[in-house]
C-alpha cells in the first residue's frame, strides 16, 4: 500500500512539474514562431519596396515615354544584379504588359486572375505558385506619377531564403524542445523524488499508526514544511498516545454510566409512552372540540340566516291574511279570491320549508367523499344568506360551469363557502363598501379547480394577513366572532380535500383562493 501511494505522489509531481515546465516552453516557442515570421516577411517587404521604388524612379520617363528598350535593358540588369528574382512585370493600365525574367522577355496581353485581383492603390504582396515557379513572393508597386495612376510594378522574388529560414526556426525549435525534454526528465525526476520521498515515508508512518501502532516515530529532519510536517506528526503521535490512555480509563467509567443511563432510559420510555398516548388523545379532543365550535358558530349563523329568510314569507302570510279578513268583512270573499290566497300562501310556505331543507342538508355528516357538483354547493350556500345580503344591498355574483364536478366531502365544502361568503358580508358592512359586491369565481384548469372569493371591502390589514388562520384570531368584535372559522376551513381545505387555501389583497379587496385536485375522471 505505501509503495502505491509512493509511485503515485512520485509520478504526479513527475507529471505536473514536467507539464508545466513543456507547456511553458512549447507556449514560448509557438509565440516565437509568428513573430519571426511576421519579422521575416517585413524584411522581404522592405527590401521589395525599395527595389521597386529604384526600378520606377530609373525608368520614370522611360514608363511614360513607353521606351521598351530602355525598360527591358534596365530591369534585365537588375536581374543580373538580383539573383533572387524570378521576374519583372511592368503593368500599365493601358496596354500591353512588359514580362521580363533571366532569360527573355515577351509582352502579355492579360494577366491572369490571382496577379489582376492584387492591382489596386495600395502595395500588396501574396506567396503563390505562379506559371512555373512552385511558390514566389510576388509584390506589387502602384505606378504614380505627379498623382496620377500610370499602372503598377510587379515584382517576383524567390521564397527559397524563406523556406530556409523558416525550417531552420522549426529545427531550433525542435532542438530547444528535444534538450527541454532531456532537462524535464532530469530535472522533473529529482525534484519530484525530493518531494514525493518524504512524504511517502510519513504516509507510510501515519498507515502503521492508523494500524495501531503508536512505538512508530519520523527521523526526517528538513529545514522547510516537510520538516515541520514530521515534527508535527511525531507530536501528534505521542498526543495519541496519551489520549489513548485517557481513552481507556475513560470507556470503563463509561461503561458504567451507560449502564446506569440504559436504566434511566427505559423507565424514561414507559412513561414517555404514557404521555404521548395522553397528549395525542388530549389533541384529539381539542380537535373534535373546535370541530364542534365550528359546526355550532356557524349553526348560529344558519339561523340568523334562516330568521331573515323567513321574515319576508311570514310578512307576505300576515298580509294574505289580512286581505282575507278584509273581504271576509267586506264580503267580497269569493271563490276566485279564496284559491288565490291559498295558492300564494302555499308557495311562500313551500319557500319556508325549502329553507329548513337547506338549512338541513348543510349539516347532514358527510363520513364519505362522493361526487357532487360544484356551482350547486355554491348557489344553494348563496341562498341561505340572500336576504342579509339583499338586506344590505350586497350583490352577489357566480362565475361556475353549471356542470363542475368534484370529489370531496359535500358539507365541509359547503362550511367553507359560509364560512368565507360570512366573512366577506361581514367585511362589506363593517366598512362601508361603496356598491359592495362579492365574486365567486370557480373555473377548471387541466387537473385543478380554483375557486376565488373576492370582495372590494379594502382587503386584509398586512399586519394581520399571516395570522388570519390561527385559532381564536378574529377582529370583529366581542361576541360577534369566535376567530374559528378560517382555521376550520383551511383545515378541511388541506387536511380533508387534500387542496390548498390561501389569501391575498388586491387593488379592490381581499380574495380567498382555495385549489382542489379535479380527481373526478
Not at 524584411?43 to 515615354?65: C, G, K, L, N, W
Not at 356598491?435 to 376565488?452: E, F, G, H, S
Not at 378574529?474 to 361576541?479: L, P, Q, R
Request: proline share 2%; glycine share 4%; net charge negative.
Amino acid at each position: 500500500m505505501a509503495i502505491k501511494q509512493k509511485n503515485s505522489i512520485f509520478i504526479r509531481v513527475f507529471l505536473i512539474f514536467g507539464s508545466l515546465v513543456l507547456a511553458i516552453t512549447l507556449f514560448f516557442a509557438f509565440m516565437v514562431v509568428p513573430m519571426q515570421k511576421n519579422a521575416f516577411k517585413q524584411i522581404m517587404f522592405t527590401q521589395a519596396e525599395t527595389v521597386s521604388r529604384s526600378i520606377v524612379q530609373a525608368s520614370s520617363d522611360a514608363i511614360i515615354s513607353k521606351d521598351f528598350g530602355f525598360i527591358v535593358e534596365h530591369n534585365v540588369e537588375v536581374l543580373k544584379n538580383n539573383t533572387s528574382i524570378h521576374y519583372i512585370l511592368i503593368s500599365p493600365k493601358i496596354g500591353d504588359k512588359i514580362w521580363i525574367n533571366q532569360e527573355n522577355w515577351h509582352l502579355i496581353e492579360n494577366l491572369n486572375t490571382d496577379i489582376a485581383q492584387l492591382e489596386n492603390n495600395n502595395i500588396n504582396y501574396k506567396i503563390m505558385p505562379i506559371d512555373n515557379y512552385e511558390q514566389v513572393y510576388h509584390f506589387v508597386y502602384p505606378i504614380q506619377f505627379s498623382g496620377i495612376s500610370w499602372g503598377w510594378l510587379h515584382i517576383g522574388f524567390s521564397t527559397i531564403q524563406y523556406d530556409k529560414y523558416i525550417n531552420d526556426m522549426y529545427f531550433q525549435i525542435i532542438y530547444i524542445i528535444g534538450i527541454s525534454l532531456i532537462l524535464i526528465l532530469f530535472v522533473g525526476y529529482l525534484f519530484a523524488r525530493w518531494i514525493s520521498q518524504p512524504v511517502s515515508i510519513i504516509s507510510h508512518l501515519a498507515t502503521q499508526v492508523a494500524g495501531g501502532d503508536l512505538t512508530v516515530r519520523s527521523t526526517i529532519v528538513r529545514g522547510d514544511e516537510i520538516g515541520v510536517l514530521s515534527d508535527s506528526f511525531n507530536q501528534m503521535v505521542d498526543s495519541l498516545m496519551q489520549s489513548k490512555k485517557h481513552l481507556e480509563n475513560y470507556n470503563q467509567e463509561l461503561e458504567n454510566k451507560v449502564l446506569k443511563r440504559t436504566q434511566e432510559l427505559a423507565d424514561l420510555n414507559k412513561d414517555l409512552d404514557n404521555k404521548i398516548k395522553d397528549e395525542v388523545a388530549q389533541r384529539q379532543k381539542q380537535e373534535a372540540l373546535l370541530i364542534h365550535q365550528s359546526r355550532l358558530a356557524a349553526m348560529g349563523e344558519m339561523i340568523g340566516a334562516i330568521a331573515h329568510q323567513w321574515r319576508q314569507p311570514l310578512n307576505a302570510l300576515g298580509l294574505v291574511q289580512q286581505n282575507l279578513q278584509f273581504k271576509y268583512q267586506m264580503d267580497k270573499l269569493d271563490d276566485d279570491f279564496m284559491n288565490q290566497s291559498m295558492d300564494k300562501s302555499a308557495r311562500l310556505i313551500q319557500k319556508m320549508s325549502s329553507t329548513i331543507d337547506d338549512f338541513r342538508n348543510f349539516f347532514k355528516p358527510n363520513k364519505h367523499i362522493e361526487s357532487f357538483n360544484i356551482h350547486n354547493i355554491i348557489q344553494s350556500t348563496a341562498d341561505l344568506l340572500e336576504a342579509q345580503l339583499k338586506n344590505n344591498n350586497i350583490k352577489l355574483q357566480i362565475i361556475c360551469n353549471e356542470n363542475l364536478i368534484i370529489k370531496g366531502f359535500q358539507g365541509e365544502f359547503s362550511q367553507v363557502i359560509l364560512n368565507l361568503l360570512n366573512n366577506a358580508k361581514d367585511a362589506l358592512i363593517e366598512n362601508n363598501s361603496r356598491q359592495p359586491t362579492i365574486i365567486i369565481d370557480a373555473v377548471k384548469n387541466n387537473d385543478t379547480v380554483t375557486i376565488t372569493i373576492k370582495d372590494n371591502a379594502g382587503g386584509i390589514p398586512d399586519g394581520i394577513i399571516d395570522k388570519i388562520y390561527d385559532p381564536y384570531f378574529t377582529t370583529k368584535e366581542e361576541g360577534k366572532g369566535t376567530g374559528i372559522g378560517l382555521y376550520m376551513s383551511k383545515i378541511i381545505v388541506e387536511n380533508n380535500m387534500s387542496g390548498t387555501l390561501r389569501a391575498f389583497n388586491d387593488a379592490e379587496g381581499a380574495n380567498f383562493v382555495i385549489e382542489l385536485i379535479n380527481n373526478q375522471d
